[in-house]
């Protein structure tokens, strides 16, 4: 513990100003996913702080930074209404971090690499077109109430679409001429031009959208009076000095609804989307960490959990460990996980000193950031990419897409696996087992020779990374796939990511006639 102590006030120098700049990212995002997800916009800033500080803290993680997430936006938006209030969506909330919290003592954190790929990134890309198509009426100045629920026919005799192009038919000239700058900010900031210059990686480009918009504002009421844009349609966030409304401000979970079983449900439904968001996250983090940490899963998700109970209990969204903030940590040089706390720290002093600048953002400027958020992760590269991987990952991955936009998320998920299952079966039918291992040992030195069977799947994939990360240290292991017909991208990322870092463990890798995950 003192030792933890000393290295992270000798790298406080470098964690501080990551710190900063991860504040400056998550601070639009956390009230951008507040409001894709029709929550108060006060939820995401508390989920926010607690995933900023508690789990930054409990987390095995250098580099992930946790908070709202907008993979859980749909999730969220569909439970509050089927729920019939937010108080009773945070029991969900509470009940969905408790089940969190017993999947890391079980050891559940490999669920993650049961899922194939290509459903996985169905249902972000999903995800990301919801988001965007959601995301317009504030974009325009129209009423949210304009789109109805989450769910692709609202009940009303409209659905996803219809209420798309009713919206295109109601701008509010202000609302529509700040989320063009703002977007047309961020869209700058993409840019290899912009991001070359040091100040603009300091200096977030959605933070530089905020103010933008805020002064444009101001600068509406001076000018052109009738293109101001409302009060009902900027950030209402409640000020904590105030003593009653700093009161109001926490939201507090209604345990009457504890018998409720649509409360489970939604909380088993946000336990796993969020686990496997966070496991996924955290893989990807770890592979960009130049000292090749890893994240203990099972802590992740026992540090997810506490996060989410916290959250829901003071009326916080759910959250999972986030890419985009992650990456941004990574980016400003942070070198432990307190810069995560830091940032969190630096929320909770914003909503206590500056409330009020905060609520004269208008929504129009979020829904710009979300809209790009959603474009990441729906961006036409990735469509392509997984039509060239061949049709057995564009099959299941359209099939997510297309069943979420029409349905809702569970029941596009499931049709998705359903259909990657098809295809992982009608590979394996043949083959019990995926490969058989010899072990023999010469002059003192152990030798492991691992045969692939004739088709290897998603579903051996959990089997297979572990065997890897279980090799003794100082051997000499030759993967053969001399019998394999076929081998799943999947496993093959899995087999060269182990054979890139093996020589950490002082472990010779010899592949055989197993090729690079290569796009067809």
């Known amino acids: 513990m003192q030792e933890n102590f000393s290295r992270y006030l000798k790298e406080f120098r470098s964690d501080l100003p990551a710190g900063l700049v991860v504040f400056l990212v998550a601070l639009p995002l956390c009230l951008g996913i507040a409001l894709a997800s029709g929550a108060p916009l006060f939820s995401g800033l508390i989920t926010g702080v607690v995933g900023g500080i508690v789990v930054g803290l409990l987390s095995g993680s250098h580099l992930s930074v946790s908070g709202p997430a907008a993979g859980l936006t749909i999730i969220v938006l569909n439970a509050i209404t089927e729920l019939g209030s937010f108080e009773v969506f945070l ?11 017993i999947m890391g003592y079980v050891k559940a954190g490999i669920i993650g690499l049961y899922f194939p790929s290509s459903v996985i990134k169905g249902m972000l890309a999903a995800i990301g077109l919801i988001l965007i198509l959601k995301q317009i009426p504030h974009f325009l100045g129209v009423d949210q109430e304009a789109f109805g629920s989450v ?199 914003s909503i206590l000193l500056i409330p009020n600048l905060l609520n004269m953002i208008p929504l129009a400027c979020l829904a710009a950031v979300l809209l790009l958020v959603g474009y990441k992760l729906a961006k036409p590269k990735l469509f392509k990419q997984q039509y060239q991987l061949g049709f057995d990952q564009f099959f299941p991955f359209m099939t997510t897409v297309v069943a979420i936009l029409l349905t809702d998320l569970l029941i596009g998920i499931l049709i998705g696996m359903a259909v990657g299952i098809f295809f992982i079966l009608k590979a394996n039918y043949k083959t019990p087992y995926f490969f058989h291992e010899e072990e023999y040992t010469t002059n003192g030195k152990q030798h492991i020779t691992i045969m692939l069977s004739e088709h290897v799947s998603f579903i051996n994939k959990a089997s297979l990374q572990l065997t890897l990360e279980h090799l003794p240290h100082d051997c000499h292991v030759v993967i053969d796939g001399s019998r394999s017909q076929d081998i799943d991208y999947d496993a093959l990322n899995i087999i060269h990511e182990f054979a890139s870092v093996a020589h950490e463990r002082n472990i010779e890798v010899t592949l055989k006639d197993v090729p690079q995950p290569s796009i067809h």
């Open 91 to 101: 029991l969900a909330v509470v009940l969905a971090g408790i089940i969190q919290l």
């Open 151 to 349: 769910e692709y026919d609202d009940g009303h005799g409209h659905n996803t679409f219809t209420n798309f192009f009713y919206s295109l038919q109601h701008i509010q000239p202000g609302a529509f001429l700040v989320g063009l700058l703002s977007l047309a900010i961020l869209i700058l900031w993409e840019r290899p031009l912009m991001k070359k210059q040091k100040w603009a990686k300091i200096i977030p480009g959605a933070l530089v959208a905020v103010v933008a918009s805020v002064l444009i504002n101001v600068g509406l009421k001076i000018v052109m009076p009738l293109w101001t844009i409302e009060s009902s349609h900027l950030v209402n966030l409640p000020t904590l000095s105030g003593g009653g409304d700093g009161q109001s401000a926490l939201i507090f979970p209604d345990f009457s609804a504890i018998t409720n079983i649509l409360v489970w449900k939604v909380a088993a439904i946000i336990a796993i989307i969020a686990s496997l968001e966070t496991l996924l996250s955290i893989e990807a983090v770890d592979k960009l960490d130049p000292h090749k940490r890893r994240t203990p899963q099972n802590r992740e998700l026992k540090a997810q959990g506490v996060g989410n109970i916290l959250a829901g209990l003071i009326g916080g969204l759910p959250m999972t460990a986030v890419i985009v903030r992650s990456t941004a940590n990574l980016e400003a040089g942070s070198r432990t996980k307190m810069s995560a706390v830091y940032h969190g720290i630096l929320l909770i002093l």
